[in-house]
């Protein structure tokens, strides 16, 4: 009963590399290192971080196959022996967070796919990109929820499911204090743009 991975026979987790991973097992770092899929990080079987996922993993025999492959190494576990510059880590968590905006998002979430702790990465975030990254995540948000209400004529409530942001009160006081207009203002003054340049 294999782990079912779209790659190539070679990089499919054995029991043993699992066990490994989930163990933490120094023993194994330099045998092979493991990339997940969903963050684009690839780490030392030893890595501290959260286990991922199992079917989420690829593994590599050396982190030059995992660099060519366009997986980056752990700021933890240094799979490299390099320590990851600032900017490329929070790269890869804008990234995540701009593919997954409309799913329930946390710093502790973010962090544990990141391979960091909350803290460290709130103060990296906003040192690198100048907001936090609830900020990000909710500017990422309303970008989406506006280009949704001048794009379809969906309720505001369902574009704020659409977006990750379900309770509408919520939604609309956001979508205020972030655009100076409710989604409803918003929506009609785009349409009256529109009308007026056609």
């Known amino acids: 009963m294999g782990v079912e991975v779209n790659d ?3 990089y499919i987790v054995t029991e043993a590399q699992w066990l490994s991973i989930i ?6 770092d330099g045998k092979f290192f493991y990339a997940v899929k969903t963050t684009g990080i690839f780490c030392r079987p030893s890595c501290k971080s959260k286990p991922p996922n199992r079917e989420n993993i690829t593994v590599f025999p050396n982190a030059d196959h995992a660099l060519s492959a366009g997986y980056r190494p ?3 576990c240094k799979p490299t022996g390099l320590r990851l510059p600032d900017e490329e880590w929070i790269s890869v968590v804008a990234e995540y967070i701009d593919k997954h905006y409309m799913e329930e998002l946390s710093l502790q979430l973010l962090a544990d796919l990141a391979h960091g702790s909350p803290y460290h990465l709130h103060r ?3 040192k690198v990109n100048g907001v936090t990254p609830v900020e990000y995540i909710q500017k990422v ?6 280009s949704r209400l001048s794009t379809t004529s969906q309720p505001v409530a369902e574009i704020g499911k659409q977006v990750g942001l379900p309770n509408t009160p919520y939604f609309i006081t956001l979508f ?3 655009t100076g207009l409710t ?7 785009h349409t009256t743009i529109s009308k007026g340049g056609s």
């Open 176 to 178: 205020k204090k972030l």
């Open 183 to 189: 989604p409803a203002n918003y929506r009609s003054l």
């Open 141 to 146: 948000r309303i970008e989406q929820a506006k």
């Open 23 to 28: 163990q933490n097992d120094a023993a194994s």
């Open 124 to 126: 990296t975030f906003k």
């Open 74 to 76: 752990c700021k933890r």
């Open 8 to 10: 190539v026979a070679d």
